[in-house]
């Protein structure tokens, strides 16, 4: 199994003069649910190199097993600090694609031509898509082979209204990923505010917020792994 997972390059909270990124939780659960069922795991961002880290996703009252085993994980470290360019990845390497969040991924992948086209190739290739908390922002302009928007139809989940609403945040990011994924025409659904709810659709699976990761990961391992 040949996983990528795709991470964002922007560290800028909209005009707030706050750092922003992608979120601890939403990388470190999944890249271990991947790399313990002995996957591949390659790790791009627009820019290459070191993602930024979102400062909050670091605090103490974010951190779960995951991300202390991570802390003390030398070589995920390294492998971190080292993505490839995103715009070299092609979807014929890969059996599968997945997207943490953080709020980051609302301003570069949303827009990210490269991630644009990788999403629309996978798909169209038969191969499973999974986004996680804002992640699902990744899907704003992705397109089904028909031409359609790619969450039209779909059942899907992401970070919510209300969820964004206490962050305080409703009014500083580009887009809400609630109301997008409506606009587009996904049939979206939630769990309680910050409760896991992940959704599966075919191809695609998206998960609600940083409880959502694993088993977001453990849902896109299952699509790869023969019943």
Known sequence: ??????????????????????????????????????????LASPLGGQPPLDPKSDDAASQTDATRRFKADSAAQSALAATVK????KATGFDALFYPGGHGPLWDLAEDAASIALVDAMIAAGK????????????????????????QGKN??????????????????????EDMLKEHGGKFSNAAD??????????????????????????????????
């Open 86 to 89: 995103l715009s070299t990845m």
């Open 1 to 42: 199994m040949n996983i990528l997972m795709v991470l964002t390059s922007h560290d800028q909270l909209g005009s707030t003069g706050h750092k922003t990124g992608f979120w601890l939780e939403e990388f470190a659960a999944p890249y271990y649910v991947f790399r313990d069922a002995g996957a591949k795991l390659t």
């Open 128 to 151: 499973p898509v999974a986004a996680v908390c804002h992640a699902p922002g990744v899907l704003r302009h992705a397109r089904a082979p028909g031409g359609n928007p790619l969450v």
């Open 156 to 177: 899907v989940t992401g970070f919510t209204n209300t969820e964004e609403a206490a962050a305080g945040l409703t009014k500083v990011v580009p887009f809400l990923v």
């Open 194 to 227: 910050w409760q896991p709810h992940v959704v599966v659709d075919g191809l695609l699976i998206t998960g609600q917020n940083p409880a959502s990761s694993e088993p977001a990961a453990q849902a896109l391992l299952a699509k790869l792994q023969p019943a």
